[in-house]
């Protein structure tokens, strides 16, 4: 007999360690592992590496509402986001759940025995696994790990350089000196040219469009006051409903008076680079504000790079590389040693994972998301997926902890699954609304929202914390399946959960 546990996360990420977290704390009982793909803690802010890295979001949001976050710096650098989560896992025993190495490829659901088997591989020596679980939650992030989006430009085999994508960034790169071309204008770009400024001997940011920039300070002076003041605790869950309540003052701000808010952050980036600075090309986007997600930089840290004559920002199309640069469509040169091209990521809808229910496969782009949650169709699975306009965490911690409510609903009702199912008048809509081109690219394999709640996703933490933490449960749209005795029974003698397995990290 297979080993059996009752609930599995895969991933071990932000989302996966707070998942682990609230389950233990909350179901102490249940039996679970982490399963991660990967030899290490931290998920994105241990896959990405290239310089400069830090948060787009301030970290009293996107940290941990259980674990107050004690640094003045508001937007953190990955390393120290990093430490943060392997921290946790480690401070409250997390880390001896996690299965390293382990990358779930396959989800079979029986109706029959009411559980998930699931398949996969040891990656670090190609040895398959097999398990069984009665619930499965995914917390894999959105995007695929092995690879960036790289658009197909002509001529690259032509290009003395070097050409890397930072999702791929190598520890031995050296830049020092030399002449940089970064392609892109969004979070990781806007992160990487006041860096590589440093020590390059120039950098370029050529962008086919241009993005909103904002500007905030490096530290928040009231949650600095706050902490001097207050236990951690009661300091960290006053700073985070103050970011959370003026960051979605800022979005509705944005989203009611798209004009007025396009006027405030071109006056702030003109009053950063100065009256002769082309801010209609370079950073006055043609959509509104929200359209696509902003980027923030700290303490105008591009802006002054700007200004200090080590960066240029040049707005134009690439035809093709050349033996020393980019040529450019209006039929300019640029010359490069590196070139770095920030154009995105891959979205891919539960890491890739192949779900099959009773038999039949899966296809996402055909179900609906419930509460943001649940998959239409699929029993005793749920994800992790954050907001668009806020902090990932903040959407994840309020899912996880509906999950363990979900559970214990069932364990007192002896329920042995739940399933979403839509009725006929919630509508249709794509799941996310931003015209970012990474967004678009996976929109046709993505599920689908509704029009009304509980299948519409309204980005709002306000709304979703009366929902998911407060929220009727049996609501009409979960079709909930007692407990057989064959259930009962298998749950008692199945193989109980082993001692986490894989290399851990140091």
Known sequence: MSEHLDVVIVGAGLSGVAAAYHLQTALPAKRYAVLEGRGAIGGTWDLFRYPGI????????????????????????????????EDTARDHGIDRKI????????AAWSSATSRWTLEGTR???????????????????????????????????????????PQAWPEDLDYAGKRVIVI??????????????KQAAHVTMLQRSPTYVVSRPPTDKIASWLQRRLPAGVAHDLTRWKNVMLGKAFYDFCRRFPDAA??????????????????????????????QRLCLVPDNDLFRAIRGGGVDVVTDEIERYSATGLALRSGRRLDADLVVTATGLRLLFLG???????????????????????????PN???????????????????????????????????????????????????????????????PGLPRQGSKVPWKLYQSYVRDLAMLRHGKLADGNLVFTAASARDRAYATTATPAATATGARPG
Not at 186 to 197: N, R, Y
């Open 381 to 443: 699975l749920a994800l992790a997926l954050g907001y668009t306009n806020a902090s990932w965490t903040l959407k994840c911690e309020l899912i996880v902890q509906y999950v363990c409510r979900l559970l214990a609903y069932m364990d007192r009702h002896d329920f042995a699954s739940c399933v979403p199912r839509p009725g006929a008048d919630v509508g249709d809509e794509p799941l996310l609304d931003l015209s970012s081109g990474y967004v678009q690219r996976a929109l």
């Open 184 to 197: 892109g204008s969004g979070a990781t770009a806007v992160t990487l040219v006041p860096e590589l400024a």
């Open 99 to 106: 299965r390293f190495h382990h990358r779930v490829e396959r």
């Open 262 to 291: 396009r006027r405030m952050i071109t006056r702030g980036v003109r009053a950063q680079l100065g009256p002769d600075f082309d801010v209609a090309t370079h950073f006055s986007p043609r959509y509104a504000p929200w359209d």
């Open 54 to 85: 830090r948060s787009d979001s301030d970290m009293y949001t996107l940290g941990y509402s259980f674990r107050p976050w004690r640094s003045d710096a508001a937007l953190a650098d990955g390393p120290s986001i990093r430490t943060y989560i």
């Open 123 to 165: 990656v670090d020596d190609g040895t398959p696994f097999s398990l069984t679980c009665g619930f499965l939650f995914m917390c894999s992030g959105y995007y695929a790990y092995d690879a960036g989006h790289t658009p197909a430009i002509p001529g690259a085999d032509q290009f003395g350089g070097r050409i890397v994508h």
């Open 352 to 378: 890739g994972l192949r779900l099959t229910v009773d038999g039949k496969a899966v296809d996402p782009a055909t179900r609906k998301v419930y509460k943001g949650a649940m998959i239409s169709g699929v």
